[in-house]
């Protein structure tokens, strides 16, 4: 059907082909309701969405201030006028995937007090990038950077689409998984893509040392890998936010306790990512990572329920850690502004 064209013609809509075909034709409903004009939740990372589970059970919005160190609204610009009308979120850090998105998320920035930049380029589309030190799009970086309190360093790999490609193992070697180097090709190329993500990966995170740059890292069931490459690093950035982390509770102690570093390691939660699968770990996660290391994420691509979704993650932190609503975000927004090294350019 011209649906399922739709459906499987979008990368972002991917991951719900691996959940069976009602998964698909929910997804089907959800796009029909969009199409017909209804508001329709999605987010970036795993594809989670769901427009029924949003509006069932809302939160109301009461007087906190909410730091979303983690969205992506530029993606949907007709969302946009939304967050002239937040009520709660009064800063959200946009999180750019490609080197098309920067000028977008910058111009954003001079137009709305409440957005904040960051510039880098996702693991998925690194493989379009030359991992050279001269190639125009990383002196564009270096520009832009320049401009921005955080950079965006989005590398790994996040799971396997083809079983037959490699093989994922688990290990109890301090609590992570190591992810095959083979598990993921890239859907343009056809082609496994991982060395490029990493000589992109450790280009950023040395510009972030250089610059003196907070950074947030996206990386899914290959905690392994990353945590062999910051154990093995003389030098590190300022701050480091390990973005809607899916870890393991060990892991969460073990990324802590990486020598001299671990103190400038932060920890993202978002409800998108973490919570709505069901799983039990991220409440697990959030019990062990200390009170001044978690921030919050919505992580969505658009504006519509980015404050609908932070306040959900808010009130569950709060049940987590025994704190109330507006405790969790007086210390979740002090958190943010020490990630990002804001605590003197934000007075709020």
């Not at 719900?16 to 199409?35: C, P, Q």
């Not at 002239?84 to 954003?108: A, G, N, V």
């Not at 069901?278 to 329920?305: F, T």
């Amino acid at each position: 059907s011209t649906w399922t064209k739709r459906l499987t013609s979008t990368w972002r809509l991917q991951p719900y082909l691996k959940n069976g075909k009602d998964a698909v034709y929910r997804l089907i409903a959800r796009l029909r309701k969009d199409e017909d004009g209804d508001e329709a939740t999605s987010c970036c990372g795993d594809g989670w969405t769901s427009d029924d589970q949003e509006d069932n059970c809302e939160p109301a919005v009461t007087e906190v201030l909410i730091f979303d160190t983690h969205t992506h609204p530029h993606l949907d610009v007709n969302s946009i006028p939304k967050m002239k009308r937040f009520k709660t979120i009064r800063r959200c850090l946009l999180m750019s995937s490609q080197q098309s998105e920067w000028k977008t998320i910058e111009q954003l920035h001079r137009t709305y007090e409440v957005v904040e930049m960051a510039f880098g380029i996702h693991p998925w589309f690194a493989h379009e990038y030359d991992p050279q030190p001269d190639a125009s799009w990383f002196k564009s970086l270096r520009r832009y950077s320049h401009k921005s309190h955080l950079m965006t360093l989005t590398a790994f790999l996040w799971r396997t689409r083809d079983p037959s490609l490699g093989k994922l193992e688990s290990t109890n070697m301090r609590g992570y998984c190591v992810i095959d180097k083979t598990n993921r090709q890239t859907k343009s190329t056809g082609k496994v893509e991982f060395d490029k993500q990493m000589r992109i990966f450790e280009m950023q995170f040395q510009l972030a040392i250089e610059l003196q740059r907070s950074m947030s890292v996206h990386c899914v069931q290959c905690h392994g890998i990353l945590f062999d490459f910051l154990k093995k690093q003389k030098e590190f950035p300022p701050k480091v936010i390990l973005h809607s982390f899916s870890g393991s509770p060990e892991l969460v102690i073990s990324f802590l306790k990486i020598p001299t570093f671990g103190k400038r390691i932060y920890f993202g939660i978002s409800h998108c990512i973490n919570i709505m699968g069901g799983s039990q770990k991220p409440l697990a996660c959030m019990k062990v990572i200390p009170n001044d290391r978690l921030v919050l994420e919505s992580d969505l691509n658009n504006a519509l329920n980015m404050e609908k979704s932070i306040l959900k993650m808010c009130d569950i932190v709060a049940e987590c850690k025994a704190w109330t609503r507006e405790e969790t975000a007086a210390t979740t927004w002090r958190n943010a502004l020490v990630a990002l090294q804001m605590e003197d350019k934000i007075n709020c």
